[in-house]
């Protein structure tokens, strides 16, 4: 199978078909309508073989969760997903292997509408790097700088099982079968939240999607609103598995460990009774408020102030 058939087979024929796409994939670039009055969202994340994945990691997880880191940082962004452009270098071109990528990735792009117009394939160690492209109005895009003393701050979901599943297969700890599996599709195929970012729009001062782990993120934004915050441990939300195995891991898996893709976003005062009102206000998490002393506190459930060792995954520390 040469290039043009591997891209022909597994990359042209897809589930989605977008009335903005002039011209998709086969030309020498894609040609797209951009939705008049709307910022264009660009967005995109490199997967690496060996350092983001295990080599030898399910195809099918694989090609989904590329896709869908994208998407989260779209919804982070309170962007609507429309296009994609996949950047692949392939040791092979193993057909079962692509097939099965394929196949996760199109099931989250057929979710979500989004169409895959272009990219490029070369040989070369496995690596996956997609970029994503979204909409939102000018004036509504969710930004990290938007955080003011008096916000609430929130979160999405649990946080804490993806890092636990990580850990199971680091081998660090021990899960019970049924345990390993609630959340080893925490880490394998999270779910962006696109709905939830796009609802956001209007109501949520600054946003972000938690990657590094929930106080690297919220770090990010409250060194971009020049703010400081406080949280508090007993509200932040966990899963039940999580919480079975919190002797053994402790905060840090929660509070650093990653791979989360929940939204930790800001709220202020005059917006809370809008977001109360959301559809899914019964899954967003109170954990805590902005303030205006920079730096990120931490309160144990005994209102004193708790010290994480770790803070959150930075792929250049100490190096
Ligand atoms: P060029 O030589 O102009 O870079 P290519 O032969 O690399 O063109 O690609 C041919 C067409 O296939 C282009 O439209 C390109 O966007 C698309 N394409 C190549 N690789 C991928 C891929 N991994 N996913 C989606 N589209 C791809
Ligand atoms: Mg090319």
Known sequence: MNEFELIRRFFARQPVSRADVKLGIGDDAALLYP???RLLAVTSDLLVAGVHFFPEADPVSLGYKSLAVNLSDLAA???????????????????????RFCQGMFALAREHDVQLVGGDTARGPL???????????????????????????????TLGDAALALQHQRG????????????MPRLEQPVPRVREGIALRGIAASAI????GLLADLGHILEASKTGARIFLERIPVSPVCRRHFDEVGWETVLAGG??????FTVPEKNITALEKL???????????????????????AGKPYSPSATGHDHFAGK
């Open 77 to 99: 962004m309170g962007a609507e997903p429309a296009w994609f452009v996949l950047n692949l270098t392939l040791p092979a071109a193993d057909e079962r292997w692509l097939e």
């Open 279 to 301: 559809p899914f206000a019964g899954e967003l998490h109170y954990i805590g408020e902005i303030e205006q002393d920079a730096g990120l506190r931490v309160m144990d459930a």
């Open 35 to 37: 939705p008049a009055g």
């Open 259 to 264: 791979d989360d893709y929940e939204l930790c």
């Open 209 to 212: 999607d938690i990657s590094d």
């Open 172 to 183: 660090n700890i021990r899960l019970s079968e049924n345990d390993f599996a609630a959340v």
């Open 127 to 157: 690596a996956i790097a997609i970029e994503a492209h979204g909409f939102v109005p000018p004036r509504m895009a969710l930004r990290r700088s938007g955080a003011r003393t008096g916000d609430r701050i929130y979160v999405t979901g």
